[in-house]
């Protein structure tokens, strides 16, 4: 079946806009993350779903970032006000749930390479 | 608070030749312990995993990781280096299977594996 899928794939933007970027996880996958891979920081958690809520969005780094799921599916993560230092690769990962808890395994999507310019 | 350490930056071998990556961790509970690898602009990719089964866990393309808790280390092997294991490599904790803390999943820095002709 389809895998973890991510658009846009590149995206350039300019200081000071906001900009979205969605993840589609695996059909039936209720757990959903976004990471962020960047030179300096490597690669970092932001915030976890389990179905649409967030019971952990410890990583997200200031308020300008948030993020949402809606049908417990597809998620839109939101950075407002862009700065040069959000630029980076967002990746997006799902796994199943088993008794309410999220499996081990997480398939990443390809990620969003964001560029502030 | 749980970590992972990969002791190297950079392995360079020649193509025939053993493969090894290491990696240690922290972590208050039983871990699970993965390895993830991404070849250059492709998504992660998992290799191998280990849950607390078997303490020898064999991964896709010819991969093998041994989990030492006694030396809380968890190194990556392969007896014969092909050109195309050339990549990053990410050793990877998270909280154990059903655990209810979410399964966010900690990167180390990343190695990346050169394979010269």
């Known amino acids: 079946g389809a895998g973890v899928s991510q658009s846009p794939s590149n995206k350039v933007t300019e200081k000071g806009k906001d900009v979205e970027l969605r993840c589609d996880p695996i059909?039936?996958?209720?757990?959903l993350y976004w990471y962020r891979q960047s030179l300096g920081q490597g690669l970092e958690f932001l915030i976890y779903?389990?179905?649409?809520?967030?019971?952990?969005k410890s990583g997200l780094p200031s308020d300008r970032f948030s993020a949402e799921r809606t049908g417990g599916s597809v998620s839109t993560l939101t950075i407002q006000r862009t700065q040069q230092e959000d630029s980076a690769v967002y990746l997006c990962?799902?796994?199943?749930?088993?008794?309410?808890?999220?499996?081990?395994?997480?398939?990443f999507g390809p990620g969003t390479r964001l560029t502030v310019l | 608070a749980q970590s992972v350490t990969q002791l190297d930056s950079h392995v360079s071998v020649s193509e025939g030749t053993p493969v090894l990556l290491r990696c240690n961790y922290s972590s208050s509970y039983s871990p699970s312990l993965f390895w993830y690898v991404q070849h250059p602009n492709k998504g992660l990719q998992l290799l191998l995993k280990?849950?607390?089964?078997?303490?020898l866990v064999k991964g896709i393309n010819g991969f093998e990781a041994e989990f030492k808790k006694s030396e809380t280390s968890f190194h990556l092997t392969k007896p014969s280096a092909h050109m195309s294991d050339a990549a990053e490599y990410f050793c990877v904790v998270s909280d154990p299977p059903g655990s209810n803390q979410g399964g966010k999943l900690i990167f180390g820095q990343g190695t990346e594996l050169s394979v010269k002709p």
């Open positions: 990962a799902s796994s199943l749930v088993w008794g309410g808890a999220p499996a081990d395994t997480q398939y």
């Open positions: 779903f389990q179905g649409n809520s967030a019971p952990d």
């Open positions: 280990y849950t607390s089964a078997a303490t």
């Open positions: 059909s039936g996958h209720t757990a």
